[in-house]
């Protein structure tokens, strides 16, 4: 995992009317991995430097107001752009106050941080060009995130105690912080209330109640999964969503499956592609396609139910909910039977990542948390081994080639493309579905 580090060397040298400006005045340095991405071009000295001459409290302030949003409030489905309220709680030029900050964009996928970096165009008006970008997203481990963070906020209370400046807004924010992370109950109304896309005590009462119930009738990690898709999103009413597919039709079968080694190390693909070939030798399936009749089975369902279900609705996720006797209510979103055989295998991915724990529900969506990475790399390695695929192909990758693959394996294109894609075999300047290759948007101006 990468590394993540904000160094800094106080100075005086900056002349400010604001205090707590003048006292935190630094040359800030922003280590990820191996790239410092504030190494800039000093337009005005015609320089290069390794530092950036800034006020360390406009970016401990906007760390400390973002926190909530910051560490627990994914990126939007794939496609969607976010909103100026979500860019503003997850990209660092967001702390503003007349400096220029990096173009450096933060997103937890519940067990990482993922963080993207732009250079500055070449052409920009600012007085500081940054050098620096991130070839590819970098991974930090939220708690290791979240420690920087914390040291970083510390470092700069600290100085400003020292200058004789202690009770300011930053060192309110940050006690009020503190304390409700060290209170359970407090912590997940907090984190719930950023899931659903809120800044803290903007969610309304009414539909923070809703949640909450919600959260105690199916779990907090399913509603975790469920509430960035179903919150602020997509409007005021949007939680009955969630009700009217608990309450509708589904399809009732009870898991069917073997036991399997815990594969506790990795990334969440890499760990679904570990299951999922264990799956698969333990079905005597090692190579060959995975037949409906083989999927339907492990998750206990009827051919014929599958093959007739028709979802009545356009719904953006698909759960499954444990009723008696170790029985699920599944219901899937998908009508095309290509997808909803891709979505199921996706559920049984989801129910041997939870451990099928009892009361535990099952949820997908077409967000990119570390379950939802999970769910759709096993899917693909599932159905389409990737050693099976390559050995289909022959080293054609043309069209038509793959379009035989989809058939073949009955999976879609865009499973066959992404999984040669995250393997190496063909180049795709689009993101994958195990390393997102590229930013999701563009950033800052």
């Known amino acids: 995992m990468t590394g993540f580090k904000l160094t800094y060397d106080w100075t005086a040298t900056a002349v400010h009317d604001n205090p707590e400006i003048l006292h935190t005045m630094a040359n800030l340095a922003l280590q990820i991995g191996n790239v410092n991405i504030m190494q800039n071009e000093d337009i005005w000295a015609k320089t290069i430097r390794d530092t950036a001459l800034v006020s360390a409290y406009p970016l401990a302030m906007w760390l400390a107001s973002s926190w909530w949003r910051l560490n627990f409030e994914p990126l939007p489905v794939h496609g969607v752009i976010p909103s100026t309220d979500w860019r503003m709680a997850h990209e660092m030029g967001a702390a503003n106050h007349g400096f220029v ?37 970098v991974s930090v481990k939220l708690a290791d995130f979240q420690r920087s963070l914390e040291n970083f906020i510390i470092s700069v209370l600290n100085r400003l105690d020292a200058m004789g400046y202690k009770n300011t807004d930053l060192w309110n924010l940050w006690q009020f912080i503190q304390e409700e ?28 109640n809703k949640a909450q119930k919600l959260g105690q009738q199916m779990g907090i990690e399913a509603l975790s999964e469920l509430a960035p898709v179903y919150g602020k999103i997509a409007g005021d009413s949007s939680l009955n969503a969630i009700e009217d597919i608990i309450n509708g039709q589904g399809l009732s079968g009870i898991p069917n499956m073997p036991k399997l080694p815990k594969v506790k190390s ?18 005597s399936s090692s190579d060959g396609p995975i037949n409906n009749k083989q999927l339907y089975d492990l998750l206990g369902l009827s051919t014929s139910e599958v093959e007739g279900w028709k979802p009545t609705t356009r719904n953006n996720a698909a759960i499954a909910i444990p009723k008696n006797n170790k029985q699920f209510k599944f219901v899937p979103r998908k009508a095309h039977p290509m997808a909803k055989r891709f979505e199921l295998a996706r559920l049984l991915g989801d129910y041997i990542l939870t451990g099928s724990t009892e009361g535990q529900w099952l949820t997908s969506t077409d967000l990119s948390t570390s379950r939802q990475k999970f769910q759709r790399a096993f899917a693909a390695e599932f159905l389409c081994p990737i050693d099976a695929l390559k050995d289909f ?53």
């Open 101 to 137: 900050w990096p173009k450096v964009l933060f997103s937890s996928d519940s067990e990482v941080m993922q963080i993207w970096g732009t250079s500055s165009s070449a052409n920009t008006q600012q007085s500081v060009r940054y050098l620096n970008g991130l070839d590819m997203p």
């Open 181 to 208: 992370r060290s209170d359970p109950q407090s912590l997940n109304y907090r984190r719930l209330e950023a899931e659903l896309g809120y800044d803290p005590d903007e969610c309304s009462e009414a539909m923070m």
């Open 393 to 445: 192909l022959q080293n054609d990758y043309c069209e038509s080639a793959i379009e035989d693959a989809t058939e073949y394996f009955q999976v879609s294109q865009t499973t066959v493309n992404s999984l040669l894609r995250n393997n190496g075999l063909i180049f795709s300047s689009l993101t994958g579905d195990y390393f997102e290759a590229k930013l999701p948007y563009k950033l800052g101006a």
């Open 266 to 283: 990795g990334a969440p693909w890499q760990r679904a592609v570990a299951v999922a070939r264990e799956l698969r030798q333990s079905l």
